[in-house]
């Protein structure tokens, strides 16, 4: 008995040592391992490319690059002058499909601003670029979303004059309740510091740099913790300009404290957005809107290139200024041309601008992504950082 055991040991070792010399020198096993573990590099090399903002980019259109840097504005009322089904597909689902909409009205209800938010999410171009949709939400006047279901703000100028802990619950609630509608970008807090007959009570303080930070830091901090992305503004301030931009150009002496002011802010927050302001500067160039000035906007782009920088409404009349011309407003289109060259992300375009109106700017804009090579990098630049943005 022992030695049959000894024998079957010594054959079961002998075969042992056949099958490893054979897949020693043969190894018959290596291609199909090779192939399993080149499928998995490939499929891990297919996700990491799909998910790259490179190769989504490379997805789109000329016409969809150019439509994702445009903000097309929503006049909620119109919305809803049909039924909701109806309005939902002429005023929105027939739309060029941009990549963000500002939504405009007068004491938005929280069920208009649900129903309207999503058929706009419903209008996009690829499943990873939703269009995200933004709001004034200053308080006081310019406060859209402030009807049945919302929280109507005091102006900016009564927010930062309450106690800390009403003013923080104010904050906290309305930034809930914009949340629960999906609304994605607020167009506020205000930076600019400066007794104003033009923007008045939308002021934090008059004259204290200290309030306006520290007011400001808590909207920013607030907004952003549920996932709403806050757009710091007017830089680079326009606290001291004594005409209304809408209707007119002016400029502005920046000083240092309004520089500051900003620094303070976007240093310690990586998710944030600003919007340039129609005002000429007299340190750079008095004579060119800032939101067109590739100086002034370049400015922001150098500190920070990861933030997304948006324009003011750009049918208003200071941006239009000519200095060769005063007396002959730009084109929107030249507008719109001047603020991508300058390093702008979103284009952002008021009420007054229609359907028609955008359909122009993209056709002339396509036009000149395709002639003008400068112009390409520009816009190939702001809608990876928009792919970025919208991919966290």
Known sequence: MQKIR??????????????????????PF???????TDNLDSEKLSD???????????????QEKVAQMIASPVIVESYFAQSPQDASQEAVLSDIKTGFYTLFGTEISSLQAQQVVLDLRKNKMIAKLRPHVAVDHEGGSVQRLSGEGFTKLDSWQKLCALETVDRQATLKQSANELRKVNIDIVLAPVLDVG???????????????AIVADRSMEY??????????????????????????????????????????????LDQN????????????????????????PYCVSELNTAYPDILVFTDALEMTAAAYDVSNPNVPKSLVRVSKEAILSGNTVL?????????DLSEIVTELVKEYELNPEFKTFVDKS??????????
């Open 383 to 392: 809608v990876i950082k928009i792919i970025n943005y919208k991919s966290i």
């Open 30 to 36: 290596e291609e199909k391992t090779k192939q399993a």
């Open 6 to 27: 000894q024998y079957f040991f010594i054959i079961l070792l002998a075969m042992a040592t056949v099958l490893l010399g054979y897949n020693y020198y043969y190894r």
């Open 270 to 293: 990586e998710k944030i957005g600003v919007m340039t302001a129609h005002v000429g500067v007299t340190s750079q160039d008095k004579d060119i809107p800032c939101s067109v000035s």
């Open 348 to 356: 952002i375009y008021g009420p007054s601008v229609t359907q028609a």
């Open 220 to 265: 920013v901090t607030t907004f952003s913790n549920v996932g709403i992305l806050p757009v710091i503004k007017h830089f680079p301030g326009i606290g001291q300009t004594k005409k209304d931009l809408h209707k007119a150009f002016d400029f502005v002496s920046v000083l240092e404290n309004d520089i500051k002011l900003y620094k303070y802010i």
């Open 48 to 62: 990491e490319l799909i998910n790259s903002p490179e190769y989504v980019l490379s997805q789109l259109s000329t």
């Open 195 to 209: 007794k104003n007959a033009v923007l008045k009570d939308r002021v934090c303080s008059t004259d204290s740099y």
